[in-house]
Structure formats: C-alpha cells, structure tokens
C-alpha cells in the first residue's frame, strides 16, 4: 500500500497518509494510489443491430449532476454499447459535469464513456466519477470550441482509493442520496405538472371554484393599471447597503426564481426617487431581448428593490388581485400574445403601450383571490422543493469533498 498524496495533476509525490477527511466508522488504514488504467476501464464494445426497442442514451438525456432526462426509444445510429451498472460519462464539454448510473443496458453517443471497472465497486467508481480528483483530469480537454475529455489523461493518472468494503459503503450512500434527489425532483416535475394543468383548466374556465358560475369579463391590462413606467439603470441608483436591483434576465420559467442583484458601487452620483422602488404586489414586465415574455410579480413587502431599465412596471389598481393577474400571464393565452407582438426585425421588444393592449379576463374579486391563493401555494410548494433539491446537491456536493481524497 503506497503511503503518496497527489499534486493536482494526477501524479506520485511523497506525502502524509493518505485519508479523506470524513469517513465511516472503524475505517482508518490510509487509501492506496492506483493509476487510473489499473482500476477503470473504458467499454468499447459495439453492437452492429441495435433493437428497436433498446434504450438508446444520447448527451441530451444526460442531466447535469448526475440522472437521466428525455426520450429513450431508439433514434440515431449510435452503435455503442454500455451494460448495467456501467458508469455514463458525458466526455464532451465535461465542465457540465453530465453522468448516470446504467440501471440497464443499451446503446449510447460516442461521447459519452461507459466506465467499469474489475478492481472497484461499481456504485464507488460512479461515485469517483463525481469527484473532484476525477473531474480535475477530466477537464483537461482537447479542443477549445467542443473541449472532450482525454482518456489518455485518466488511464495516466492517479486516483486514491480505500479497500472494498469501505468502497462500499461509500458508494451505497451516494446511491441513497441520488435517490433521495431524484425522488424530489420528481415530485417537483410533477407539482409543475399540475399546476400547468390548473392553469389551464382554470383560465379557459373550463375548472372553477364552488359557488361561482358569473361569466368572466374581458378587458384590458391597461384598464386596470394605476400607473406603467419603465425601470431605471443601476447607475443612476444610490448604494446605501440596502438597495437591490431586481433583473429578470434568467428567471426560471417553472420554479419562477429570480436573481435580485446587490447593486455593485457606492459611489452613486444620481438619488432615486421613492416612486422608483417595487411596491408588493406590483407586475414587472420583460421589455427587450430573449427574456421578451417573462414576468414577475413582488410579493415582498420589503420597499428596497429597483427595476432595471428593461422593465416594465405595472402597478394595478386596489380592486385587482395581482396573484391572479400574475398567474393569467403564465397561461397559454398570454404566451400566444408575446410570440406574435414580440417579431420584429433586429431585438425583439415590447413596449408599455403594447403590453396594455393584452387582453385578459376578470371575474369577481372573491373569486380572483381564491385563484391567487391557489396558485400563490403551489408556487411556495415548488419553491419549497426546489430549494430542499438545492441543499440536498449542495450537501452532495460536501460529502464529495470530503468523503474523496
């Protein structure tokens, strides 16, 4: 058992012994080098006539941290062959960090490893895969444009690894823990499932409440507006450590997310006026570019948060639920209204004016803050699952730190 550290580059060199820094317990013999050609493999078998109905796992379906996405059924000409338990390894552009633990066989891209291994437990060397002294040789790619892994880099390096049985346990709690987060992610999928569904059920009025059958009315976006203007540039802001600056640039379509940005400098020349600030409940609007089409409504009671200049502001009038007029922007409806009023020749952009043309649909202020509160639940149910998905990766991610040497 060799007593060597490595230094980031996969190489021998004279060191302390070799352990992780968290362990299982009754573990405490120091953790061998072993040159990457001796302990993985990559397969190279093909297969001249895939089945029909063989899974066929192309660089798509590969998800980012691992797991699997998309269409399975067979549709390209790929050949190569990957067996059950193999380790998938998405080679090109390998910074994505795209792999998955084959619960199955079938065929697979070109670039894309199948990885096994005779010396390491098949769980363990998905879990290596995953780590930090994999990934380090791994992103040390040909090519600039479409960077690909080199195997010559892994089968030449050096990987620590301990003896079968905490290889083991090692890999079995990664296991549970892919498990866990697939698990939440499914039930996030289908949470946004269903509230696409309700969403359309309920503003075609094809789903309603009890106890309300009045025909809803159409109007304006602008006949309910108290006020519209356009969001102000972060230079003409003043930093006083509260203000933030709200972008929409890429808020996520279905957990509806939002980066809100500290502003950077507090050497603002220009003050803001109060009028300025998001009140709750207010309507922002993308204005320009691809994010043409999203929205966001300020939930927030807090009075800190600035528009950027590529937004728009509606604030509705007190008789108008802002939750259910939120929500109606989500529909079909208003997706079809931005695919038409947003082609235009150069960036695409909508204007204020525009915007208040978008007709929707009203109904009794009851009935609208019964909608609103519906939907407003389900957004802090995806919310609440999306956050718990991110904590369980980010303590993943630890436990790949720690647990590897």
Request: include cysteine; proline fraction near 3%; glycine fraction near 6%.
């Amino acid at each position: 058992m060799s007593d060597y550290t490595t230094d980031g580059k996969g190489q021998n060199t004279m060191g302390k012994k070799l352990q992780p820094k968290l362990r299982f317990r009754g573990f405490t013999d120091a953790w061998e080098q072993r040159k990457g050609a001796e302990v993985i493999c990559v397969r190279r078998d093909n297969i001249a006539n895939p089945p029909k109905d063989i899974v066929d796992v192309e660089l798509e379906n590969l998800i980012e941290g691992g797991g699997l996405q998309g269409d399975l059924s067979l549709r390209t000409a790929s050949t190569s062959v990957f067996h059950e338990h193999d380790t998938l390894f998405g080679r090109l552009r390998p910074y994505l960090r795209k792999f998955w633990f084959a619960n199955t066989s079938g065929v697979k891209s070109g670039e894309i490893w199948s990885l096994y291994s005779s010396a390491l437990k098949p769980e363990f060397l998905y879990a290596l895969t995953q780590s930090a002294q994999f990934l380090n040789q791994a992103l040390q790619t040909a090519g600039t444009k479409m960077p690909r892994a080199e195997w010559k880099t892994i089968a030449e390096a050096y990987f620590a690894v301990p003896q079968a049985e905490e290889q083991e346990k090692i890999g079995i709690l990664f296991q549970k823990l892919e498990q866990l987060i697939d698990a939440e992610k499914r039930k996030l999928d289908l949470l946004q499932k269903k509230k696409r569904a309700l969403l359309r059920q309920i503003f075609e009025q094809k789903l309603r409440f009890a106890g309300y059958n009045n025909p809803w009315e159409r109007c304006r976006l602008g006949d309910i507006t108290e006020f519209a203007d356009y969001g102000i540039a972060a230079s003409a802001i003043p930093y006083d450590g509260t203000v933030r600056y709200l972008r929409i640039t890429d808020i996520d379509d279905e957990t509806r997310q939002v980066n809100i940005y500290e502003l950077p400098s507090p050497d603002m020349k220009h003050r803001s006026r109060k009028e300025d600030y998001l009140r709750q409940g207010d309507l922002v609007f993308a204005r320009t570019g691809a994010s043409v089409g999203k929205t966001y409504l300020n939930r927030s009671d807090r009075d800190d948060i600035v528009h950027a200049g590529f937004l728009i502001r509606f604030r509705l009038k007190d008789n108008i639920c802002p939750e259910f007029i939120y929500q109606q922007t989500l529909g079909e409806n208003y997706r079809k209204f931005i695919a038409i009023t947003s082609q235009r020749s150069g960036q695409p952009g909508i204007n204020s004016s525009e915007y208040a043309d978008w007709t929707l649909y009203l109904t009794s202020i009851e009935e609208q803050n019964q909608i609103g509160g519906l939907f407003g639940q389900l957004d802090e149910l995806i919310a609440a699952l999306t956050q718990k998905i991110d904590l369980l990766m980010i303590k993943k991610k630890a436990l790949l730190q720690q647990m590897f040497v």
